[in-house]
């Protein structure tokens, strides 16, 4: 499986938007696990079937979930190209986060040891 690993900017606002709420997350969590119907999913929040509905309907515009018919039941599936895809949004900018830090890191021992040497000067 070929993964597209770059995220458009609304891409990003979708993913984004869809994480930023605890039941959102539990459905992504359960639906990686396995996939269920969305009748199952609602029987474990203290919510509306229609309001669960709705959360399904956020993570299906991001595409972290994939949802299909099966009869009168809509079974949801997490995505795992999107998660892959959001995963190496976020360890890119742990790259660019870890190579500030190494850039400071040096900063540091360049100061230290300038430091260093003028006080055996002295």
């Known amino acids: 499986m070929v993964v597209r690993y770059q995220l458009s900017e609304a891409e990003i606002d979708r993913v984004f938007h869809a994480l930023a709420t605890p ?4 459905i992504l969590r359960r639906t ?10 609602a029987v474990d929040y203290d919510m509306s079937f229609a309001a669960v509905q ?8 991001a595409h972290l979930i994939i949802k299909r018919a099966e009869g009168r039941e809509r079974l949801v599936r997490a995505n795992p190209e999107m998660i892959a895809r959001a995963r190496a949004l976020l360890a890119h900018y742990e790259d660019l986060w870890r190579a500030r830090i190494a850039s400071l890191d040096d900063l540091l021992a360049d100061v230290s040891a300038g430091s260093a040497s003028r006080n055996e000067d002295n």
């Open 23 to 26: 039941t959102r997350r539990d």
């Open 54 to 61: 709705k959360h399904v309907a956020v993570l299906e515009a």
């Open 32 to 41: 990686i696990a396995e996939e269920q119907s969305v009748s199952a999913l």
